[in-house]
């Protein structure tokens, strides 16, 4: 087990399935890719996100988790049209996010170009960069995980 994936599931208590599960870290996907590559990473990385024992597919940025924003175009459309679809440009940021924060905070980007037989490949490699901000960020999931888990406090009269 590698040490990323190790802190990672050290910071995941294992009591029953129903906390295991409440304890994945929300990824928040947003996928800008209208080309057919980047149409793919996006729905693979999705794939991965469910498939993960450490994640799960948040359907928005409510609570607190992980935000990935990808957006994509084809590499040649427009240049070389007998090679599109063949090859996409992504840019790829990743934001952590709190209902306790007022808005989403910048944590690390990438750009990079994905084939459309490496999409699977790819996909794998940002679960695994991911990892690594949870790693690097232990200490600030550990305080969300433990506030959301209080009772809120109604105000006294």
Known sequence: ??????????????TNAS??????????????CPDSVGLELCSQFKSKVTASPGYRLAPDNNG????VHFSCVDLWGGLDNRLAGRMSAVSVAFTIYSDKLPGEVYEDSSVFRVGKDATAEMSRKIIAAIGQLVTANEVLFQHMREAASK????PSP
């Open 1 to 14: 087990m590698t040490g990323s994936l190790a802190a990672l599931f050290a910071l995941l208590p294992i």
């Open 19 to 32: 906390s295991a599960d409440a304890s994945k870290i929300n990824l928040a996907v947003e996928c800008h």
């Open 151 to 154: 009772p809120s406090r109604s």
């Open 64 to 67: 607190y988790g992980i935000g």
